[in-house]
């Protein structure tokens, strides 16, 4: 890939990084853009944009924002609409040397509002796409795409090592047990971190527990596979992963600590240290498989009946739930006031996304 992305041409590249989800595509983008960013006049890295666009009404403007603070190294940028934002672009843009990565889109007005066009931006610059869908790449007009493959036996036995025992190599008295479970991983970067952060400083019987779990899901059940991270913590932390699952991905760390009360700071570690999310730049991440599982948890409280679980996250739920005044009188007290919260809650962020 390195070959892909040499700084020494004057044209302007568009690279898309192509593959499944938590086969590593971010990584890699990551890797590239901390080695050769110092190479450029100017850089930005717009992480996650099919999550902030789907939020916030007014995601698109606010991640072109992004682009040009970055950019142009300017604190605040006062614009209202994409279309403006498109103009400021073109224009302050087109004499600079740039380096971009705008990762995970997901839309085609997406990469118009953000990098058009390679007349866009000055000699020499190199834009970088990463996505799942391989077609969107292509009506782009990308002069490379990489196709990003799963990790091959031992560079997924490597991966594991350093999640576990912090080394290239497995214990020898896990030897075994360390290559059972990279087998079951199959190759993805983001199950050998969550399966592997769970067995650090563990003993041999837990290792084996776990992998008696593995053994028992189906082939191709990836988020099953994760979820036995999720059975191993205690009902705090479950707690807590799910409110970030179905609410807080994104929001800021102190404000979803002051909001869920005694003892968060301790629990958000607890679930960074087991590769359930991640903080950037004071905010908590978790990567889009890691959420879908977490979204599947709590669906699975009420197949049929939103009203019956106990979160609800997605508009149309809350609407059928106040619609239909549907709360199961089976559930308990507590659990009663949770969905209250968070039907109000979500009623709350909806008004806030129209503003």
């Given amino acids: ?13 568009f690279i898309g990084i192509w593959g499944m989800p938590g086969i590593g595509k971010t990584t890699l983008a990551s890797v590239i853009y901390n080695r050769i960013c110092h190479q450029f006049d100017a850089s930005s890295f717009i992480r996650d944009i099919r999550d902030t666009v789907e939020k916030d009404k007014q995601g698109l403007v606010n991640l072109q924002k992004q ?3 970055e950019t142009l190294m300017l604190k605040e940028v006062n614009i209202w609409n994409h279309h403006e934002a498109i103009k400021v672009i073109k224009k302050r843009l087109l004499n600079k040397k740039v380096f971009i990565v705008l990762d995970d889109v997901d839309k085609d007005e997406q990469l118009k509002a953000l990098a058009g066009s390679p007349d866009w931006f000055g000699l020499g610059s190199m834009i970088i796409i990463t996505s799942k869908d391989k077609h969107l790449l292509k009506r782009h007009h990308l002069s490379t795409i990489y196709k990003v493959n799963g990790l091959d036996n031992d560079e997924a036995l490597e991966l594991f090592s350093w999640t576990v025992f912090n080394q290239t190599y497995s214990e020898k008295d896990f030897e075994d047990l360390s290559n059972s479970f990279v087998k079951y991983a199959k190759g993805l970067p983001i199950a050998l971190k969550v399966l592997g952060s769970s067995l650090i400083d563990r003993p041999r019987m837990v290792w084996e527990d776990y992998l008696h779990q593995l053994e028992e899901i189906p082939e191709g059940e990836i988020l099953d596979k994760l979820e036995i991270s999720y059975r191993g913590l205690n009902e705090i932390e479950q707690n807590l992963f799910l409110d ?5 991905k994104g929001e800021d760390k102190n404000r979803v600590a002051h909001i869920e009360g005694f003892g968060c700071e301790k629990n958000i570690e607890t679930l960074k240290d087991k590769s359930l999310i991640a903080i950037l730049g004071g905010k908590l991440q978790m990567h889009d498989l890691i959420q879908e599982m977490g979204w599947r948890i709590v669906s699975r409280e009420s197949s049929q009946e939103p009203g019956r679980r106990s979160r609800l996250w997605f508009c149309k739920d809350v609407f059928h739930v106040l619609k239909e005044n549907i709360v199961s ?3 308990y007290r507590h659990k009663l006031r949770k969905v209250c919260f968070c039907v109000i809650l979500a009623i709350f962020l909806l008004y806030l996304s129209q503003q």
């Fill in 67 to 69: 682009l040009l603070s």
């Fill in 244 to 248: 970030i699952t179905c609410f807080f």
């Fill in 1 to 13: 890939m390195m070959n892909l992305v040499s700084t020494t041409s004057d044209d302007v590249r």
């Fill in 329 to 331: 009188g089976s559930i």
